[in-house]
């Protein structure tokens, strides 16, 4: 699939068959995650595979209530949860180097898309699920105190594909050489 197409064409999948995804398959999306830039190639990221249908019921208890992706996190034969390993990127010899703070959430951001384009180039869908308890999750899969969780990301086949929602126009949110020029 051309890479602009597959921007353009992929949606939130929150609703999975029972299809298995195959190993090989699961690797590749690891594998763009693998790719992904981030500051000073620090690689920031850790991302633990949850297959295990307790540990998947025991994450769709760290959900906040009435989350949409609930059916997706509880129907996705994968769900990946990405973290981040804080003060690694953004510093320099263990100290911070930048006053927006530690990148890991960004860099971790930009993995997650890699991941999610590879997906869907793949004929899989996924969904980006933020609205958690971290805590819950943390300890559920016994992180270390410097690796926290930012999102969880089923990962199955999609049931069904909807409509794109509406998108601003680029004059909306393009400002030129200075802010309010547009």
């Known amino acids: 699939m051309e890479t602009r197409e597959c921007i353009k064409t992929r949606r939130s999948i929150r609703r999975f068959t029972e299809q298995p995804i195959p190993d090989e398959v699961l690797n590749e999306l690891l594998d763009a995650v693998r790719w992904a830039p981030s500051w000073a190639n620090t690689q920031c990221w850790e991302v633990v595979v949850v297959k295990d249908p307790d540990t998947r019921q025991k994450l769709v208890e760290a959900l906040a209530p009435n989350n949409p992706a609930t059916k997706g996190v509880a129907g996705a034969p994968v769900n990946l949860v990405m973290c981040a ?3 690694t990127s953004g510093y ?5 180097t930048t006053n927006r703070g530690d990148w890991g959430m960004f860099d971790v ?5 890699n ?3 590879a997906a869907h180039d793949l004929g899989l869908g996924t969904v980006h699920v933020g609205l958690i308890n971290h805590q819950a999750v943390d300890e559920l899969l016994g992180l270390p105190s410097d690796v926290e969780s930012l999102e ?10 909807g409509n794109a929602p509406p998108r601003k126009e680029l004059s909306e949110f393009v400002h030129w050489d200075k802010y309010g020029n547009k």
């Not at 951001?109 to 898309?113: E, Y």
């Open 115 to 117: 991941l999610c384009l």
């Open 85 to 87: 390993r804080r003060g």
């Open 152 to 161: 969880i990301i089923p990962v199955g086949y999609p049931e069904k594909v």
């Open 109 to 113: 951001g930009i993995a997650a898309q």
């Open 92 to 96: 320099k010899k263990g100290e911070l």
